[in-house]
T-cell receptor, first 109, second 116 residues
Framework: GQNIDQPTEMTATEGAIVQINCTYQ??????LFWYQQHAGEAPTFLSY??LDGLEEKGRFSSFLSRSKGYSYLLLKELQMKDSASYLC??????????WGAGTKLIIKP | DTAVSQTPKYLVTQMGNDKSIKCEQN?????MYWYKQDSKKFLKIMFS???????INETVPNRFSPKSPDKAHLNLHINSLELGDSAVYFC???????????????FGPGTRLTVL
């Protein structure tokens, strides 16, 4: 079967750095996405990785290792508004997005 | 200016009723999707349409049926509603995922369905 694993919940301090991990086992791979979802709102796109390595976009970076079936989302200089759920999703060989259950990130002052 | 819109935002109804949720996108995308997000926040794909053809049809009950009058619209019809149908339903759209490099999905605001 297809599986996406990420921690259920994480807590971090304002101004700090946090890394949210995602491991996947899917039938084929056509890219990995990270989305942010605030409570009561729709998911919004953060990043896309299809090649190994680090993609940086402002305070957010996303890393991919295809051989390990592993990705992480790195958030720097955390702000209170970063409190949200972070969803990892993989595009499989049928171009279907397989979603993880999301990691709820709690930021404390 | 809204990229992906869906109506209604809230829907409260009785068991056994039939209801519809509408979705429209003005992004010129080729593919539209319907997702169900339950109380555990897990996003589950229900359907996707590409150029008016159903290309994914997950094992959802046949009480759920998507209707796409044109490329910009994908409506969701639900017959004989059950308590377990209560969830948030999201519509989304993207370029054809088989064609472009970064084919992120754009989501509508969601419809919170409550079945009593």
């Amino acid at each position: 079967g297809q599986n996406i694993d990420q921690p259920t919940e994480m807590t971090a301090t304002e101004g700090a750095i946090v890394q949210i991990n995602c491991t996947y086992q899917t039938s084929g791979f056509n890219g990995l996405f990270w989305y942010q979802q605030h409570a009561g709102e729709a998911p919004t796109f953060l990043s896309y990785n299809v090649l190994d390595g680090l993609e940086e976009k402002g305070r957010f970076s996303s890393f991919l290792s295809r051989s390990k079936g592993y990705s992480y989302l790195l958030l720097k200089e955390l702000q209170m508004k970063d409190s949200a759920s972070y969803l990892c999703a993989v595009l499989d060989s049928n171009y279907q997005l397989i979603w993880g259950a999301g990691t709820k990130l709690i930021i404390k002052p | 200016d809204t990229a992906v819109s869906q109506t209604p935002k809230y829907l409260v109804t009785q068991m056994g009723n039939d209801k519809s949720i509408k979705c429209e996108q003005n992004l010129g995308h080729d593919t539209m999707y319907w997702y169900k997000q339950d109380s555990k926040k897990f996003l589950k794909i229900m359907f996707s349409y590409n150029n008016k053809e159903l290309i994914i049809n997950e094992t959802v009950p046949n009480r759920f049926s998507p209707k796409s009058p044109d490329k910009a619209h994908l409506n969701l019809h639900i017959n004989s509603l059950e308590l377990g149908d209560s969830a948030v339903y999201f519509c989304a759209s993207s370029q054809d995922p088989r064609g472009t490099r970064t084919n992120e999905q754009f989501f509508g605001p969601g419809t919170r369905l409550t079945v009593l």
